[in-house]
């Protein structure tokens, strides 16, 4: 039983680079059963720039499923965002999961944005000021979702999909002073709270491709600086290739 899994992130989309991708996306169905965006898809979050991700990612044969970045909620437009990619065809996940049918079983995808906060012994902590703890909130809310999401799924294989980073494994190469910008322990307790065989992220642009969880799930970088390709595959079985 195998399952093959496309991914990207960080594509960063506008007019202006429209048409980048997808040549190497046209090959898809040949390669992959499904496409997973790892987030930041646009530049701003606008609803035109939207638009162009559709252009670029929908209608190519197999299933696409992405969730936001922060990239994406800069404009405040989300509903809009939302809505065209999912009038595309495009299934943006937030604390929430789909289960896919492939050729090699059920696969099983549960995503959210995520969110800072840093890593065990360098990180916020709900304490002091209201602000903080706000921030620290939106961090456990966010990982709370992914977590539940992860364990409501039925299905053969498990595959996270996230924006901000669930470990620091996949940091290394981006400054320490920003590795609590770029993602939060919480997340890979969530990830490692199900049987989880994949975690996908993106958002560190000068990160490395590869890491783990503490409980042992695979983590791989995504983001397009770091794999500089229009996507990469993961065949998702007995073992990760």
């Known amino acids: 039983m195998v399952i093959r899994i496309a991914a990207v992130g960080d594509v960063h ?16 169905p040949d390669c992959a059963d499904v496409l997973l965006l790892a987030g930041d898809l646009t530049r701003h979050g606008t609803e035109s720039e939207a638009r162009c991700v559709a252009q670029e990612f ?3 044969g197999v299933p696409v499923i992405t969730v936001l970045g922060n990239h994406d909620h800069q404009c405040d437009q989300v509903p809009q965002v939302v809505k065209v990619l999912e009038d595309a065809g495009i299934t943006v996940l937030e ?18 944005k995520g969110f800072g906060g840093g890593f065990a012994g360098r990180c916020a902590s709900d304490f002091g000021e209201p602000e903080m703890k706000a921030f620290v909130q939106t961090t456990k809310d966010s990982a709370d979702s992914l977590g539940a999401a992860l364990r409501g799924l039925d ?3 498990l595959v996270a999909l996230t924006h901000y980073s ?7 190469g981006e400054p320490l002073e920003i590795y609590p910008f770029l993602g939060c322990y919480q997340l ?4 490692d709270s199900a ?15 590869r890491g783990t969880t503490p409980g042992g799930v695979r983590v ?22």
């Open 13 to 28: 989309l506008d007019e202006d680079v429209v048409g980048r991708f997808r040549p190497a996306l046209e090959e898809l």
């Open 58 to 60: 929908g209608d190519l």
């Open 95 to 112: 604390g929430t999961g789909v289960v896919l049918e492939c050729s090699g079983g059920r696969l099983g995808v549960a995503g959210v």
């Open 155 to 157: 299905c053969d294989l």
């Open 166 to 172: 669930p470990v620091p494994d996949t940091l290394a």
């Open 188 to 191: 890979g307790q969530a990830i």
């Open 195 to 209: 049987p989880t065989a994949l975690a996908l992220h993106g958002h560190a642009h000068h990160g490395t491709e």
């Open 220 to 241: 791989r970088n995504v983001a397009h600086p770091v794999i500089k390709q229009a996507y990469s595959i993961f065949h998702l079985g007995d073992h990760l290739e």
